[in-house]
């Protein structure tokens, strides 16, 4: 029968029959890559060139779209090799830059040649450049959170090196006369060590060196009570007698536990300020001067009564 000789044709000759399809698939491949379209793409925005006497403030678009209409072959390379605008910056000096864009500034990934290609958006750029600058600048520590309430720094947390390099738009470094280190949450910490800690300088600005060591003293909290301070009275005529009643006060600190153990009733100065004041009777509430690192400080009256007489001539 005709029918039984079927299956001997579809297999004889096989291997040319392969070559043939494959060859016919290629060329369909190819002749579909080679159909035009166009499809848009968002690609970075890059300035090249820029004087390193320069920096750029304000914003630049950090992207540009653009419609290409090339081969399917070369739309597809580029979904994988990525096109990009080139801004030549090599012209640009202090001030308002504005240019509008070009097709001229893309640059295409190699073996890729568009048929027509388009900005489509933003079609100009409009910044500002200015001069770079810098100068030194005194590192601030931050501090965030609280420790538990049986607690407190033993003292000030600084910086070390407590300088850095700041380097920006010359606008704002030149009224940078410090700058912050990121917060250090004292929520999280749990005993006195060193810490690395980055600094933390406003948009634009750069730090050198950009991390510092703070050391971090945890104290237990603790209370002090002084007695028997006498005030300083601060008084303009010499030849002016006072009386204060009463003649000493007593101080109650509270802060570090290593702190107030060292210190005595000459750590702290009472002063009562008579100053420009005439011959009276006056009620004054005293000022108190304690060292760093006291948290809380009361005395155990509010005001004193003071005297002041014209000395008697001898």
Do not use: C, H
């Amino acid at each position: 029968m005709a029918f039984a000789n079927i299956p001997r044709g579809i297999f004889s000759n096989i291997g040319v029959k392969l070559l043939a399809l494959v060859v016919g698939i290629v060329i369909w491949f190819n002749a579909i890559s080679q159909q035009e379209e166009e499809r848009d793409f968002v690609v970075p925005l890059e300035l090249a060139n820029l004087a390193d006497t320069l920096t750029v403030t304000g914003r630049v678009p950090p992207s540009v779209e653009i419609a290409v209409r090339a081969s399917r072959r070369d739309l597809l390379l580029m979904e994988f090799r990525r096109a990009a605008v080139m801004l030549n910056m090599s012209n640009a000096g202090p001030g308002r830059f504005t240019q509008r864009l070009s097709v001229s500034d893309i640059a295409f990934p190699p073996g890729v040649e568009p048929f027509r290609v388009r900005i489509v958006s933003p079609l100009l750029v409009d910044f500002d450049i200015e001069e770079l600058a810098t100068r030194r600048a005194r590192v601030a520590v931050t501090l965030a959170g609280s420790l538990p309430n049986d607690q407190l720094l033993g003292s000030v947390p600084e910086a070390e090196p407590d300088w850095v390099l700041v380097t920006g738009p010359e606008n704002l470094v030149r009224r940078l006369d410090r700058v912050p280190t990121e917060p250090v949450d004292l929520s999280k910490i749990k005993e006195s060590g060193a810490r690395e800690v980055k600094i933390d300088p406003p948009p634009l600005v750069a730090a050198q060196p950009d991390k510092v060591r703070i050391q971090i003293e945890i104290s237990e909290r603790s209370t002090r009570v002084l007695s028997n301070i006498p005030p300083t009275v601060l008084l303009d005529e010499p030849t002016f007698s006072v009386e204060v009643v009463p003649k000493t006060l007593t101080l109650t600190l509270e802060g570090p536990k290593a702190l107030l153990n060292s210190l005595s009733s000459k750590d702290v100065s009472i002063l009562l300020d008579l100053s420009g004041k005439a011959p009276g009777r006056y009620r004054l509430a005293p000022e108190v001067i304690v060292p760093n690192g006291i948290v809380r400080y009361s005395l155990d009256i509010d005001s004193v009564r003071v005297f002041v007489t014209r000395a008697k001539p001898l």
